[in-house]
Structure formats: C-alpha cells, structure tokens
C-alpha cells in the first residue's frame, strides 16, 4: 500500500496550494531554492525540514525567527505529523498535512445485473434493448424540418435620426460703463485744459488773460 503525502495552505499568502511531499527529505523556506517555497516576510529562508519517517514525515524547525507551530506550541525539537495535522508558520501562515492512501487490492464495486459473483455458474442477466418499429423510424426520418418563422416587417422598429439641435449662439458682450465714463472724462480734460492752454500758447495771450499771474511770476513780465 503507498500513500500520498502533500502539505495545504489553508490562509496566508498562496491560500489553496498544494505541496506534494514526494522525497525523503524536503526543504520549506522563502529561498527559491527550498523544494517548497512560500514568499511571505513571516518565512525564513529556511523555515522547517520535512524527513521521510516510516509511514509518515517527521517536521523539524531549523531555528526560524518568527517560528513553527503546533497546538498552540513553538516547536523546540521534531515531531511526527499525523494526518489533519496543522501546522503554523509565523502568525499567518496556515498549513494542512494530509495523507491519502492508495490500495491496488481495493475491491471494485460491480454494476448491478451484470455481476455473476452471487450465483457462481449462472450466466449474466443483460437487460432488454428496445428497439423502435420500423414504421416510427420511417416517419421521424421522412417529417419535414419544422418552418422558419420571419418576423413580419412592421415589428422591426423605425429608424428615428439623431436629434440634432443647433447650440445657441452667445449674446454679443456690451460695453462696460466704466469705459465710457473713462473716455467722456479723458474728452472733457482735452477738450477744456489742454486745448486752451495750447491756443494760448500759440497766440503768446498770457499778459492778455492773466497779467497778474504774469507780473508776479516774471518781474515786469506783461507791462500795465
């Protein structure tokens, strides 16, 4: 009788795969070169060793920092595992050892009315086959394919086009009042500042209009 060994990760990191334990001696760690590997931060590099021990593995921790568990135990020396046993690596890392055993002598179960193994001699009883009379075949093979319905043309639905509707054209800015009162107050200054004081200096008026201003400013500027 042989037996198949294989460890199942149950939560943590690769929950739901499946080692086969297929060599007398394996290596579990985070290093790619461990026959088992499982690439958590909570798994040594070299985390355990699994030994072929008669009919089972014998699991020894090789002094991993976040350590093996069993029962609620740190394992401190190897123990034997027994099938369902469960293994834990660090916090999260669950493990599931399973064994499955495999009998070639397994006796197979015979159908029913076919076996002769309770009446040794008597020959085996075969069902009857029924068979359809020629008339049902000869009309199952003459009966026309059933006909094609098409749906009539009104059921298919009008094409309707897109609604395509022009975008409203935006109104035309007005002009600010700030503007405006702007340009009327730079006028009103051309108009009644700048302009006289260039027609009087054009025309030399300054002791005409203003010889006091004049006299005052320049001695005997406009004479009296």
Known sequence: MANIYKLIIQSGTGTGTEFPLEKNELFLGRD?????????P?????????????????????????GTFMHGQRLTSSALLKPGEVI????????????????????VVAQRGVSSSTHPGTAPVVPPVHVAPPSA?????????????????SAV??????????PPTAAPKKKSPVLVIILI????????????WIIIDATNSY??????????????????
């Open 32 to 40: 790619l070169t461990s026959d088992l590997v499982i690439n958590d």
């Open 42 to 66: 909570e798994v040594s590099r070299r985390h355990l060793r699994l030994v072929l021990d008669g009919a089972t593995y014998r699991l020894e921790d090789l002094g991993s920092t976040n």
């Open 88 to 107: 834990t690596l660090g916090e999260k890392i669950v493990l599931r050892y399973e064994v499955i055993s495999t009998d070639p002598n397994a006796t």
């Open 137 to 153: 075949v000869r009309e199952s093979v003459i009966a026309p394919p059933p006909e094609r319905v098409t749906p009539p043309i």
């Open 157 to 166: 639905p009008a094409y309707q086009a897109p609604n395509m509707q022009t």
């Open 185 to 196: 107050l730079v006028g009103i200054v051309v108009l009644f500042c700048i302009l006289p």
């Open 207 to 224: 002791c005409s209009l203003f010889p006091g201003i004049m006299n005052m400013l320049i001695t005997n500027a406009c004479p009296i």
